[in-house]
């Protein structure tokens, strides 16, 4: 078995990072990530839609965490461009999208979805079982806004570019 010692000697010289990884294209190697940087006690988050610049950018944790520290993702968003939690309805990342997105049911309830285009036209429509999620493919979407609503009448913006 591997000692705590064994895996820090490994990492030597390896930059600290913490991400999460999202709509990772295995074959072009690009994908978005949500990485932590900086101090690991109280780390700056970002997303990064460039996974290949972002991986060799650098940017990193300057030190690891205490044992025992943990990093709890709640949904709250502060920017289009992060998940976004309208009533504890349903959750949509990545927002702005360009070939897929998650849509997340966050309730005890199945729901009906659909994708409005701005003309008002349904583009897309589904159903989720309570606290399922389901990967929309807007590959096919033409670029600009678009919104997600539930029957129970939570909505929320997606951008596609």
């Known amino acids: 078995t591997l000692t705590e010692e064994d895996i820090l000697s490994f990492l030597e010289g390896y930059p600290l990072t913490s991400g999460i990884i999202l709509n990772f294209d295995y074959e072009g190697y690009s994908g978005d990530v949500y990485f932590a940087a900086g101090d690991a006690s109280a780390p ?3 997303l990064n839609t460039d996974f290949y610049n972002w991986y060799y950018s650098g940017e990193s944790l300057t030190n690891a965490p205490q044992e025992g520290t943990g990093y709890r993702f709640n949904g709250t968003s502060t920017s289009i461009a992060e998940s976004e939690v309208v009533n504890n309805a349903f959750q949509l990342f990545p927002n702005p999208a360009s ?4 849509v ?3 309730t005890e309830a199945e729901q009906q979805y659909a994708c409005l285009s701005v ?3 349904i583009v897309d429509q589904w159903t989720l079982a309570p606290q399922a999620t389901q ?3 807007v590959s096919g979407f033409a670029p600009g806004l678009y919104v997600i609503q539930t029957d129970q009448g939570a909505s929320q913006k997606l951008m596609i570019h």
């Not at 070939?99 to 998650?102: A, F, I, N």
């Open 119 to 121: 003309a008002g036209k």
């Open 135 to 137: 990967r929309l493919d």
């Open 44 to 46: 700056t988050w970002s």
């Open 99 to 102: 070939s897929t997105c998650l």
């Open 104 to 106: 997340s049911n966050l």
